[in-house]
């Protein structure tokens, strides 16, 4: 029972480069997330997806866009990757719109970008 | 929009002692509220949540919190910490409504250190 399962675990990029974090998870939860975890500044939201084949703007989405691929996998996009985004990436899934029940986490990305 | 405030940046409390962690969120309106926590380079896991009901909830470890509508706090407390609990809690919330999607809303998080 996997759960939500995040890849790469760890990243070094240089400013400029481009890189996709993916996230799948195995229970088939309808709603998925993509969170920013930065000291002191708590999870902040980037993007999400509320079923399969939507997606919307969170909190701080400036510099990233995502894509549903399927109901499972949710990827999250980073086009020309700035200093500023160096933060831990979770990806996050719960069961259905409105219903609220918990959302369940990944291990996390780590990524740093010089 | 929501917003919630943990009060405490960090938490150093010796093994055995009691623990309180603060938390206090900003909205007029129903809310469902979350106590995750995060140990060192691990993701997020839920601790407890309230939804409605009685206010005093109970959670996994020995934790508990308490809902205060009044006060808009939904404050973490233990009455016996071990050294396994050190590790960083978040305080979040979610508005109830259909078109919220799940999407949480984040405390800046507390550290909690348990000292032997």
């Known amino acids: 029972n996997a759960g939500v399962t995040q890849t790469p675990k760890f990243q070094v990029l240089k400013t400029g480069q481009s890189m996709t974090l993916q996230c799948a998870q195995d229970m088939n939860h309808n709603s998925m997330y993509w969170y920013r975890q930065d000291p002191g500044m708590g999870l902040r939201l980037i993007y999400y997806?509320?079923?399969?084949?939507?997606?919307d703007k969170g909190e701080v989405p400036n510099g990233y866009n995502v894509s549903r691929l399927n109901k499972r996998e949710f990827s999250l996009r980073l086009e020309s990757a700035a200093p500023s985004q160096t933060s831990v990436y979770f990806c996050?899934?719960?069961?259905?719109?409105?219903?609220?029940?918990?959302?369940?986490f990944g291990q996390g990305t780590r990524l740093t970008v010089v | 929009a929501q917003s919630v405030t943990q009060l405490d940046s960090q938490v150093p409390v010796f093994e055995e002692a009691p623990v309180e962690l603060r938390c206090n969120y900003s909205s007029s309106v129903s809310v469902y509220l979350f106590w995750y926590v995060q140990y060192p380079n691990q993701g997020l896991q839920l601790l407890l949540k309230?939804?409605?009901?009685?206010?005093l909830v109970k959670g996994i470890n020995g934790f508990e919190a308490e809902f205060n509508k009044s006060q808009t706090s939904f404050h973490l407390r233990k009455p016996s910490v071990h050294i396994s609990d050190t590790a960083e809690y978040f305080c979040?919330?979610?508005?109830?409504?259909?078109?919220?999607?799940?999407?949480?809303?984040f405390g800046q998080g507390t550290i909690l250190t348990v000292h032997p």
């Open positions: 996050a899934s719960s069961r259905r719109p409105g219903q609220n029940t918990e959302a369940f």
């Open positions: 309230y939804l409605s009901g009685s206010t």
């Open positions: 997806s509320a079923s399969e084949g939507t997606t």
């Open positions: 979040a919330v979610s508005d109830p409504g259909g078109t919220s999607y799940g999407k949480l809303t």
